[in-house]
DNA sequence: TAGATTGTTAATCGATTAACAATC
DNA sequence: TAGATTGTTAATCGATTAACAATC
């Protein structure tokens, strides 16, 4: 165990999701071990690079034989920090937002959605799912209080960056955001955007 | 002009429409003109990064100058072919289906849906916006008919792949696909995968 | 033991960045 | 002309991949 630990590049990070999703799946098909081998002929990766990736963070094979699907399936949840519950507040309830929420009622996963704000009045008080719609003024304590640190952002461009210095302020530090800005965050508050305009446009070129 | 045009990387071509977005922006402030520099510092990238990018497909900048805001907006649209309008089916018209649709009908961009299809007999002719949901079995005489090229993909995971398969006999080649599996598409035909669930793990990782 | 597959080193490949001559 | 900024080359950095000794 060095001291020097190397940072872990993003590009990694962003794949253990998907080698976590590819075990779980083996395991609904009863699998107990799959090899790198196998693994980068399904997922379209190069078995060398998911040897690497894994071996960052601990020796998880077995020579001669791979990997235990089920114990690599827990390791992973474990580094991604999957193994407890993540309270999750979502700000921005329209189509997009509430399509979310539903998605995510529907999925088992360590990830939950736990609180609604808006700031439009009439859609205070809404019922998604078990979840009722609350006013943006609730949005800081409710932070707080809840201890949470991840959020998603479904509001319209203009609100983005206000509503993005709120959740900073009561403490979130990881924000999965919808709105079509670059948002403007202190060190040590990771963004992700998804971008559905950037994507479509993008995929344009390939025509 | 030579004739062994080095393969432009993918990274690159997914950053053209983020400054075409911002470009965009700055003609809304009749900005008349821009430098590589202040770009870099408004989107977080490196100024030479941008000027490489942009001398891939052509001289468009002025030395001492910088860059004309709307000359090379138009140039950039030219480029990913966002200079003619790009129909689009959209297929599972579920939470995210609908929520994408109504998305895409606010925005003037040059991708456009202009079908929608579901699977399920309840869902047929349902009307969103002007869009009347059809049946899968149209499918494919429509994208056919209509010359589509490409598509989104909204329905869940276990039926992602046969419908991918339609899409892409009909002559799809470009697919934004939101459902969470790795679909199987012929050379030619190309992947742009969002998958929330891994998006919010991936990002767990860092609290 | 023989066969298989890991973990890891070294080689390769590709992308980012610095630096600067060209030039508006 | 002086100042600014491009386009591009060369240097750097980092990620992917091949190869193989270790070992189950």
Chains 1, 2 share one sequence.
Do not use: W
């Not at 080698?19 to 071990?33: A, E, F, N």
């Amino acid at each position: 165990m060095t001291e020097k630990k190397h940072r872990i590049p993003d590009v990694v990070i962003r794949r253990l999701p998907v080698y976590l999703r590819y075990l779980q799946q083996l395991m609904s098909y009863d699998v107990d071990t799959v090899s790198s081998q196998q693994m980068g002929h399904d997922l379209n990766l190069n078995p060398a690079q998911i040897r690497k990736d894994l071996s960052i963070f601990g020796d998880f094979g077995v020579k001669g034989m791979g990997y235990r699907v089920s114990e690599l399936a827990d390791k992973l949840s474990k580094i991604l920090g999957l193994d407890k519950e993540i309270p999750i507040v979502l700000v921005g309830v329209g189509n997009l937002g509430a399509a979310l929420c539903r998605y995510n009622r529907y999925q088992k996963s360590a990830t939950k959605i736990v609180g609604l704000f808006d700031g439009h009045p009439a859609k205070i008080g809404q019922v998604h799912g078990s979840l009722e719609v609350r006013p943006m003024e609730e949005l800081v304590d409710f932070v707080r209080q809840n201890n949470i640190k991840m959020a998603i952002i479904t509001v319209p461009a203009a609100a983005a960056q206000s509503v993005c210095d709120a959740l900073v302020a009561a403490g979130v530090k990881a924000i999965l955001n919808f709105a079509p800005v670059l948002l403007n965050v202190p060190e040590g508050v990771r963004v992700q955007n998804s971008d559905v305009t950037v994507e479509l446009q993008a995929l344009a070129y390939y025509l």
